[in-house]
């Protein structure tokens, strides 16, 4: 019977059991050195190698042969079932990488029910499975494979809750654009109705202090535009949109000169004074009297 002996990654020889318990017994070789020999399913460690027993009966150093501790040609291939070499492979990798793209997939996914779902939560469900497909084909060499699967159903929450927080910021949204594009309006019919009171007390100049009968009186000479006359925030797009008052520039200068005839989306309309000062006023359902 010839054994075959190896150290690690390393063929040390092929020899006989008298050489090999001499080498033993002279240390050049060590018990937690594995063997093999034909008929076996896996190699074994020489301190419980079959024949190699401390019963076993032992030559004279003298005689023991002198044997190359380098590989020979004639070795052979170690079994592939051998539990030795797979031992030490793993042994010697080190610990496992973790995967780039399940350090991704869990960030993303992170990310994705926190701050920036639709952009994240896409990224992490992709990075997740292909982080998962590379952990598995990569024979035990990449970890990662918990974080790619936490990746995965952040990911997927992410994509669930994007709907809502998308309802729910289109409902925050709604009322605050609604009422900033009702300011706007109502500040676009102040400042037009402004115009239309300067042009009044223009026309009050040249008429010995009193206002135009009639707001058409102003066109073209005092107002070249007619559209001055339609309320910004009136649907139904009135050509008059307000209500005139008359009189003299001597009255009163809170007298009411101007009123939008149509409410805002605030439920408010827009006065002009005689002096010109505008006002946006709340809670004013019905037009002032008209003065006789």
Not at 59 to 74: G, M, N, T, Y
Not at 115 to 142: D, M, Q, T, W, Y
Not at 173 to 180: I, N, Q, R, T
Not at 196 to 224: H, S, W
Request: with cysteine; hydrophobic share 40%.
């Amino acid at each position: 019977m010839q054994i075959h002996v190896a150290r690690g990654e390393q063929q040390l020889g092929v020899y006989s059991p008298e050489a090999v318990r001499n080498m033993l017994t002279s240390g050049e070789l060590l018990p937690t050195d594995y063997g093999w020999a034909e008929g076996q399913s896996a190699w074994t460690p020489l301190s419980a190698f079959p024949g190699l027993e401390a019963g076993a009966p032992q030559p004279a150093p003298a005689a023991s042969p002198s044997i190359p501790l380098q590989p020979r040609a004639s070795v052979q291939p170690r079994p592939a079932a051998s539990p030795f070499p797979a031992t030490t492979a793993a042994q010697a990798s080190g610990p496992k990488a973790d995967s780039g793209l399940a350090i991704a997939s869990l960030v993303c996914g992170i990310l994705g029910i926190s701050f920036v779902p639709f952009l994240a939560a896409i990224p992490a469900v992709i990075c997740g499975h292909v982080a998962r497909s590379e952990i598995n084909k990569s024979g035990g060499r990449l970890g990662g494979a918990g974080m790619a699967l936490a990746g995965l159903i952040t990911g997927y929450l992410g994509l669930v809750m994007l709907p809502v927080i998308i309802a729910l910021l289109a409902a925050i949204a709604f009322p605050v654009f609604k009422s900033v594009q009702a300011k706007g309006l109502e500040t676009k019919a102040l400042s037009n109705a402004k115009q239309i009171g300067t042009a009044c007390r223009l026309y009050a100049v040249d008429k010995n202090g009193a206002f135009p009968k009639t707001l058409d009186e102003l066109v073209p000479e005092y107002l070249p535009d007619r559209e001055l006359f339609v309320c910004p925030f009136d649907k139904s797009r009135d050509p008059m949109g307000y209500e005139y008052y008359g009189g003299k520039d001597t009255d009163p200068a809170d007298n009411v000169l101007l009123v939008s005839k149509a409410l805002s989306e605030g439920k408010r309309r827009v006065v002009i004074n005689v002096d010109t000062s505008g006002r946006v006023v709340r809670d004013m359902p019905e037009l002032p009297p008209h003065r006789r």
